[in-house]
T-cell receptor, first 113, second 109 residues
Framework: DSGVTQTPKHLITATGQRVTLRCSPRSGDLSVYWYQQSLDQGLQFLIQYYNGEERAKGNILERFSAQQFPDLHSELNLSSLELGDSALYFC????????????FGSGTRLTVV | GQNIDQPTEMTATEGAIVQINCTYQTSGFNGLFWYQQHAGEAPTFLSYNVLDGLEEKGRFSSFLSRSKGYSYLLLKELQMKDSASYLCAGGNQGGKLIFGQGTELSVKP
């Protein structure tokens, strides 16, 4: 157990639907990062939060949004889902602005049918 | 902009040594990370270099040359379980990591 908890582990949904992925960071970590990993693709950075504030944005689609709550857990909302959104979504957390590396959660595998 | 390049795949023999190279161009560079990822699983942290030189951790070592924008991961005494994808990632001052596409390493008996 890495200490980063992601739920659900698997999600199957239809095109056009909306889903919410949840992440609880490792205890003491203030930064949360979301990544998307499609089949045969590298980890694509989506967004970073630090202590409740958005810190950096990557190639995140407008259909996607995220937030970090006062208890530091984070949610990634994906709407108007398309087949191409099928991927593994990883959450990671870090302390000290990432200088000690990330700890990844086990990921949520999203399948859009 | 930020760009990380590494070979797509490599093959090596059990017990041998393999070197996985990575070149990078990142703005606000704040360290070079290596992660291991088995298929369908989360990446796990292997090593981190912020200064030039070699960092050794058991069978794994990582090297960094900031002037050349170059790093490598060295794996010694290869084991079958080392078959995985190895991800090079550049960090910036905000803590964000930009990952390369990963190098798929196959270890054969």
């Amino acid at each position: 157990d890495s200490g980063v908890t992601q739920t659900p582990k698997h999600l199957i949904t239809a095109t056009g639907q909306r889903v919410t992925l949840r992440c609880s960071p490792r205890s003491g970590d203030l930064s949360v990062y979301w990544y998307q990993q499609s089949l045969d693709q590298g980890l694509q950075f989506l967004i970073q939060y630090y202590n409740g504030e958005e810190r950096a944005k990557g190639n995140i689609l407008e259909r996607f949004s995220a937030q970090q709550f006062p208890d530091l857990h984070s949610e990634l909302n994906l709407s108007s889902l398309e087949l191409g959104d099928s991927a593994l979504y990883f959450c990671a957390s870090s302390s000290l602005e990432g200088l000690d590396g990330y700890t990844f959660g086990s990921g949520t595998r999203l399948t859009v049918v | 902009g930020q760009n990380i390049d590494q070979p797509t795949e490599m093959t090596a023999t059990e017990g041998a040594i393999v070197q996985i190279n990575c070149t990078y161009q990142t703005s606000g560079f704040n360290g070079l990370f290596w992660y291991q990822q088995h298929a369908g699983e989360a990446p796990t942290f292997l090593s981190y270099n912020v200064l030039d030189g070699l960092e050794e951790k058991g069978r794994f070592s990582s090297f960094l040359s900031r002037s050349k924008g170059y790093s490598y991961l060295l794996l010694k005494e290869l084991q079958m379980k080392d078959s995985a994808s190895y991800l090079c990632a550049g960090g910036n001052q905000g803590g964000k990591l930009i990952f390369g596409q990963g190098t798929e390493l196959s270890v054969k008996p």
